[in-house]
T-cell receptor, first 113, second 117 residues
Framework: LAKTTQPISMDSYEGQEVNITCSHN???????ITWYQQFPSQGPRFIIQ???TKVTNEVASLFIPADRKSSTLSLPRVSLSDTAVYYC??????????????FGKGTKLSVKP | GAVVSQHPSWVICKSGTSVKIECRSL??????MFWYRQFPKQSLMLMAT?????????EQGVEKDKFLINHASLTLSTLTVTSAHPEDSSFYIC?????????????FGPGTRLTVL
């Protein structure tokens, strides 16, 4: 499975747009890019998934360049409740050929008032 | 839809005892279930993958005789930590896979906090 690299932490203020970039240089042709959010002492929660170009849902946008070696999760107008750890994962379909997900270190986002 | 529950949400036990954690898919039948462990301020680490009616596949470094996994039905998997020790204290998270058009989508449970005294 492709390895991912993300910033360890990011700080932001309420109302700002936050962009978290993930590098995945060894992404395979069949791999999708998936982002999860995790609050302390809770299980991860699916945010968004994409394969190429741009994907948008009610929570976030995901930008994927043509070479797919990186991706950027965009959170519009963050609030204090968006303080969490965000994980970027790559794998075919929703994780890997066997469906398992390999989590990297994640990015701890801290939103301040 | 696609809700996964875990029970208990937290447990405290004495060293040497065994603890069982249940993972249930409430509104769907899970083709595969996964168990993860997460230590404080660290990422999730996959422990094992289990399919209903067959033996679990453990990740390298995970002792299968210590972490017993039983996947008796398509909606229930259990993880038993046998002879627990303080170093087994961790946050255990399960996920359930649902076969879909694009392969297995995973839905995570809320986790179980295990503290071994």
């Amino acid at each position: 499975l492709a390895k991912t690299t993300q910033p360890i932490s990011m700080d932001s203020y309420e109302g700002q747009e936050v962009n978290i970039t993930c590098s995945h240089n060894n992404i395979a042709t069949n791999d999708y890019i998936t982002w999860y959010q995790q609050f302390p002492s809770q299980g991860p929660r699916f945010i968004i998934q994409g394969y190429k170009t741009k994907v948008t849902n009610e929570v976030a946008s995901l930008f994927i360049p043509a070479d797919r070696k990186s991706s950027t999760l965009s959170l519009p107008r963050v609030s204090l409740s968006d303080t969490a750890v965000y994980y970027c994962l790559v794998g075919d379909y929703y994780g890997g050929s066997q469906g398992n997900l390999i989590f990297g270190k994640g990015t701890k986002l801290s939103v301040k008032p | 839809g696609a809700v996964v529950s875990q029970h208990p949400s937290w447990v405290i036990c004495k060293s040497g005892t065994s603890v069982k954690i249940e993972c249930r898919s409430l509104d769907f039948q899970a083709t595969t279930m996964f168990w993860y462990r997460q230590f404080p301020k660290q990422s999730l680490m996959l422990m094992a993958t289990s399919n209903e009616g067959s033996k679990a596949t453990y990740e390298q470094g995970v002792e299968k005789d210590k972490f017993l996994i039983n996947h008796a039905s398509l909606t229930l998997s259990t993880l038993t930590v046998t002879s627990a020790h303080p170093e087994d204290s961790s946050f255990y998270i399960c996920s359930a896979g649902l076969a879909g058009v694009r392969g297995n989508e995973q839905f995570f449970g809320p986790g179980t906090r295990l503290t071994v005294l």
